[in-house]
Every structure is written in structure tokens, then in C-alpha cells.
């Protein structure tokens, strides 16, 4: 049964903590302070139409095609009426959740404060929790700045903060454990980490004052208070970092949970919570190059000539499908029911497909499923896929490509 925990993305977020890690991570910095800004290249748009309308003098209110950031304009922040666009892009941020968005036009200076609100859903607390989540936008240089005074409303689920520029804004994540939901074979090991940016990052803010982000690393090992495991196997920790050793054989109690104890000082304390699945089986991907995405799988089963491929009861954070036809070999996409197909659904977030929409013409997408076993010699079913480019949401707009991999067990 899947362990939900209110208090709950990121295997390309632990190989950074391998790449920059120092030799005393874990430990205090004896510069102290926050590290230097980190210079990333601006986000590109992710194909899907921009949200766009024309504010007066009088203000008002525009929210992005999915919802998930608003701009609030106060009467007389403009001199004149202006055409304001929000187009969701890809998101740089060293310390990134989900998307990023461009707010146009660059440039233009508001006379009255503009407030930003990003919504939260309950998926975007794996790993950390509301207090954590805080907004930053990039700068000309490359970097992105956290923005001080940043209000968090649980009720409604949001974080807002005043500005009087536009810019590429996206939410970030100032503490979280990695990986926060993951699989591990019988006897298999998973390494845990509490990363955030630097002490500096985990203290209030206050309105008016910015910060710079840096590279992800270690969290301080004074502010960990204690590691706990519920669940099979054993657990050896040491400050930020822990690794889990999973028993021989699967749990009855599964997934097990990992879970930290973080103090903060002045920001508070908190739990941050990792499940652990205890399983053969797992499916891996990426979206548009991101940071990649590690599923449970159910058995792979056949209808007629072709093999399905998902994971169980929407856990991992969606809904995954992907099938073939035949066995052993490449095979690429088809509109039809009887090809290949890839899918993908975030609960209450974005879908992708491999059929895509141009020039009013619905095309399959290139890429192919590419199966290296089909479990002839230890009842696993292997192999790897990539989708060029996906189509996003109800209208299939042209997206971004998906690459992944999978060894899930033969069932059939």
C-alpha cells in the first residue's frame, strides 16, 4: 500500500552533491555565508501558448495557462495600458520545482508593487515541506535571486511575493531530502542526502532584501537533529547524508520510510520524509533533459500482439504507459491503438504523448522503445526509450522530448 505522508526530484540533484562536493560537506563552512550566485543559461519555452491580456491603468489579474502562478497589477502600478504574457519555460534554477515562467515585458518598471503568487500541490511537498518553498527570478548575469518576504498561506496553498519588475520567476525548493521517493532491489543500497543551497538560504528573509543562489550541496550538519527509519533493513547516517541498505527479500511494510529531523532556528523545525520502495522493478525518465524521475512498475503484460508497460496506482506522482508491439528490438510510435505509444499524466499536472499536433495535422512522435530482453533469462523485461517531441496537454502542442529507461518483471 503507498505511504502517504503529508510531510514528504532528483537523481541529477545527487550527482551535482557528488560533482561539487568539498571535503567537509556536512560540516560548518569556515567562510560561512552564502555561496556565490551560479551563472545558468535562461529557460526556453516549453512549446505550450502563452497566457496573455491587455491591464490598464485600472490593474488587474492574469494566471498562467496552467494555473500555477498568478500576477496581481494594483490600480495605478502602470503609466499606460499594457499587454502582459506569462509563457511557461524550462526551469534553471539550481534549487528548481517544476517550471519556470517568463513574464514579459522585460524591462518595464511598475510605479505600485505587483505581487506574484505560485500555487503548490501536495506532490510538490516530497521531499520538504511548505516552509521551504520560496520564488526567485534571474537576472541579467544568469543568476537567480531569492526574493525576501515571501508569504506562505497554507489554506490556500500559495507563495507570494512583491516586486516591481518582471522577469523569468520560478519556485524553489530551500531544503529537501534526495531522492524523496525512489526503488531499491532486495539488498540494494540508496543514498540520502539533506541538500539546500548554504546556511544563509535556510534563515528568513525579509522583504526588500535579495540573495543569490548557488550551487545544491550538503545541508549544514548542525541544523540535523535526527534520522529515523520505519520500515525493514538498516539505516547509517552521518549529518546531511545517510544510506539505506534494504533487506534480502521485499517487506510486507512497503515502501519504508526514511525521515529527518531539521532545526532551523528562526525558520523552525521541521520533518522532511523519503519513501523507499523495496523492488526488482523500476522505471526511470526525464523530461526535457531534467532531473530524472524513478518509478515503481507493475509487471509488464500482453494484450494480443502487444506488451503494456505502467506503474501501480498512479505512485511515483502520475499515471506512466508505454507500449509495443513484438519483442525484442526497436519500435517507434504510431497514432493508432495497435502501435507504439508512450504517456504520461503528473497528478493534477502536466500529460505527454507520443502524437503531437502541427499545421492542424496529428503526427506520431520519433523516438522508439527499445527492448533489450523480454525476461528470457531472468524474468525481467529490459530496455529503453526515447519520445521526439511529445505532445503536451488536451491540444497536443508540440513538447519536449522524453528519454528513459526500465527492468521491470515479465508477466506473461
Known amino acids: 500500500m503507498k505511504?502517504?505522508?503529508?510531510?514528504?526530484?532528483?537523481?541529477?540533484?545527487?550527482?551535482?552533491?557528488?560533482?561539487?562536493?568539498?571535503?567537509?560537506?556536512?560540516q560548518e563552512d569556515e567562510n560561512g555565508g552564502n555561496k556565490p550566485g551560479l551563472v545558468v543559461p535562461a529557460g526556453t519555452p516549453d512549446?505550450?501558448?502563452?497566457?496573455?491580456?491587455?491591464?490598464?491603468?485600472?490593474?488587474?489579474?492574469?494566471?498562467?495557462?496552467?494555473?500555477?502562478?498568478?500576477?496581481?497589477?494594483?490600480?495605478?502600478?502602470?503609466?499606460?495600458a499594457q499587454e502582459i504574457s506569462i509563457?511557461?519555460?524550462?526551469?534553471?534554477?539550481?534549487?528548481?520545482?517544476?517550471?519556470?515562467?517568463?513574464?514579459?515585458?522585460?524591462?518595464?518598471?511598475?510605479?505600485?508593487?505587483?505581487?506574484?503568487?505560485?500555487?503548490?500541490?501536495?506532490e510538490d511537498l516530497a521531499g520538504t515541506v511548505p516552509e521551504a518553498l520560496e520564488i526567485a527570478y534571474q537576472n541579467d548575469k544568469g543568476i537567480w535571486i531569492r526574493v525576501g518576504g515571501a508569504q506562505l498561506d497554507k489554506e490556500d496553498m500559495t507563495v507570494t511575493v512583491s516586486t516591481t519588475h518582471f522577469s523569468d520567476w520560478s519556485f524553489f525548493e530551500s531544503f529537501k531530502i534526495t531522492p524523496d521517493n525512489t526503488t531499491v532491489e532486495p539488498g540494494?543500497?540508496?543514498?540520502?542526502?539533506?541538500?539546500?543551497?548554504?546556511?544563509?538560504?535556510?534563515?528568513?528573509?525579509?522583504?526588500?532584501?535579495?540573495?543569490?543562489?548557488?550551487?545544491?550541496?550538503?545541508?549544514?550538519?548542525?541544523?540535523?537533529?535526527?534520522?529515523?527509519?520505519?520500515?525493514?533493513?538498516?539505516?547509517?547516517?552521518?549529518?546531511?547524508?545517510?544510506?539505506?541498505?534494504a533487506p534480502s527479500a521485499v517487506p510486507s511494510k512497503n515502501p519504508v520510510a526514511v525521515s529527518v529531523e531539521v532545526d532551523l532556528n528562526k525558520k523552525g523545525k521541521f520533518l522532511v520524509v523519503a519513501n523507499i520502495t523495496i523492488t526488482g522493478s523500476y522505471i526511470e525518465f526525464s523530461i526535457g533533459g531534467g532531473i530524472p524521475k524513478k518509478i515503481p512498475a507493475t509487471p509488464v503484460v500482453r494484450m494480443g500482439g502487444l506488451y503494456l508497460l505502467s506503474n501501480p496506482d498512479n505512485e511515483g506522482g502520475g499515471y506512466f504507459l508505454l507500449r509495443w508491439p513484438g519483442g525484442k528490438g526497436s519500435h517507434g510510435y504510431s497514432i493508432e491503438n495497435n502501435g507504439g505509444h508512450f504517456h504520461w499524466e503528473?497528478?493534477?499536472?502536466?500529460?505527454?504523448?507520443?502524437?503531437?499536433?502541427?499545421?492542424?495535422k496529428l503526427l506520431a512522435s520519433g523516438g522508439s522503445v527499445n527492448i533489450e530482453s523480454m525476461g528470457e533469462e531472468d524474468g525481467y523485461v529490459k530496455g529503453s526509450f526515447s519520445v521526439t517531441p511529445t505532445g503536451y496537454g488536451p491540444a497536443l502542442r508540440r513538447s519536449l522530448a522524453v528519454e528513459g529507461s526500465f527492468k521491470v518483471r515479465k508477466g506473461f
Not at 100 to 121: D, N, Q, W
Not at 349 to 360: A, C, L, N, P, V
Open 346 to 360: 503528473e497528478v493534477g499536472g502536466y500529460t505527454y504523448m507520443s502524437k503531437y499536433i502541427e499545421e492542424d
Open 87 to 122: 509563457q511557461r519555460i524550462s526551469n534553471t534554477n539550481p534549487m528548481k520545482l517544476n517550471q519556470a515562467y517568463r513574464i514579459e515585458p522585460h524591462g518595464i518598471t511598475f510605479k505600485k508593487e505587483v505581487k506574484l503568487s505560485f500555487y503548490y500541490t501536495e
Open 188 to 245: 540494494g543500497s540508496v543514498e540520502l542526502y539533506i541538500f539546500s543551497d548554504a546556511d544563509d538560504i535556510l534563515a528568513p528573509l525579509e522583504k526588500g532584501k535579495e540573495q543569490e543562489i548557488g550551487e545544491p550541496g550538503a545541508m549544514t550538519a548542525k541544523f540535523i537533529k535526527k534520522w529515523t527509519l520505519a520500515g525493514a533493513g538498516s539505516l547509517e547516517t552521518n549529518g546531511a547524508r545517510a544510506v539505506y541498505k
Open 3 to 26: 505511504l502517504i505522508l503529508h510531510y514528504g526530484i532528483l537523481s541529477l540533484l545527487v550527482a551535482l552533491l557528488f560533482s561539487c562536493q568539498k571535503e567537509n560537506d556536512g
Open 47 to 80: 512549446g505550450s501558448a502563452p497566457a496573455k491580456k491587455i491591464i490598464g491603468l485600472q490593474g488587474g489579474t492574469l494566471k498562467s495557462t496552467d494555473g500555477r502562478i498568478e500576477i496581481d497589477i494594483p490600480q495605478g502600478a502602470l503609466t499606460e
